[in-house]
């Protein structure tokens, strides 16, 4: 049963342009969302994230987007540059107490097109 | 600064044979977590250690177990090895206390397990 969801195992932009990566949740417990990227070889690199109690939050050319009532999230890359092909994960904590453990989606493969 | 530095790289046993990773946190950090990530799949959480104590797991079985010492770094122990165990084991840290904020975590290179 997955509670975090990328539903694009893959997408292709060109460079320049937006890049939309898509997320839903099931888990009305989650109070922070995250980003990471992750490079072959390497390990996952944290980008951004987002408070439950946010709509949105910037970092330059990352945005990511929360619609609660949705159980959506969307993280936006402007504009698109060849260093962002990756994979890119949506994590989700969940609020009580314990281990704050991340749930995460399976990815979403980014290819930049020159 | 050196990063989270996990240890072996890559390595191959055989089912039934017992595994150790080795993972030394970013100087500073004190909390430890570890995860799987199978392919094509994303990281599973398993284990998280704050403080050298265990704070919470995953849905793991108790072949899985962990520790943390004194000098904040960690081991991930995989008893009875089973084809399914192959993936990389993934260690990272935080600075903060579980629950201070968003979990933002600075994760290793990883280790690769291949058991065949």
């Known amino acids: 049963d997955q509670q975090v969801k990328q539903n694009s195992p893959s997408l292709s932009v060109q460079e320049g342009r937006i890049s939309i990566l898509n997320c839903d949740y099931t888990?009305?417990?989650?109070?922070?969302f995250l980003w990471y990227k992750k490079y072959p070889a390497e390990g996952p690199t944290f980008l951004i994230s987002i408070s439950s109690i946010k709509d949105k939050n910037e970092d330059g050319r990352f945005t990511v987007f929360l619609n609660k009532s949705a159980k959506h999230l969307s993280l936006h890359i402007v504009p698109s540059q060849p260093g962002d092909s990756a994979v890119y994960f949506c994590?989700?904590?969940?609020?009580?107490?314990?281990?704050?453990?991340?749930?995460f989606g399976k990815g979403t493969h980014l290819i930049i097109q020159p | 600064d050196a990063g989270v530095t996990q240890s072996p790289t890559h390595l191959i046993k055989t089912r039934g044979q017992q595994v150790t990773l080795r993972c030394s946190p970013i100087s500073g950090h004190k909390s430890v977590s570890w995860y799987q990530q199978v392919l094509g799949q994303g990281p599973q959480f398993i284990f998280q250690y704050y403080e050298k104590e265990e704070r919470g797991r995953g849905n793991f079985p108790d072949r899985f177990s962990a520790r943390q010492f004194p000098n904040y770094s960690s081991e991930l122990n995989v008893n009875a090895l089973l084809l399914g165990d192959s993936a990389l084991y993934l260690c990272?840290?935080?600075?903060?206390?579980?629950?201070?904020?968003?979990?933002?975590?600075?994760f290793g290179a990883g280790s690769r397990l291949t058991v065949l």
């Open positions: 994590a989700a904590r969940e609020t009580g107490g314990g281990a704050d453990g991340l749930t």
């Open positions: 990272a840290s935080r600075v903060g206390r579980p629950y201070s904020g968003a979990n933002v975590l600075t």
């Open positions: 888990n009305s417990m989650f109070d922070y």
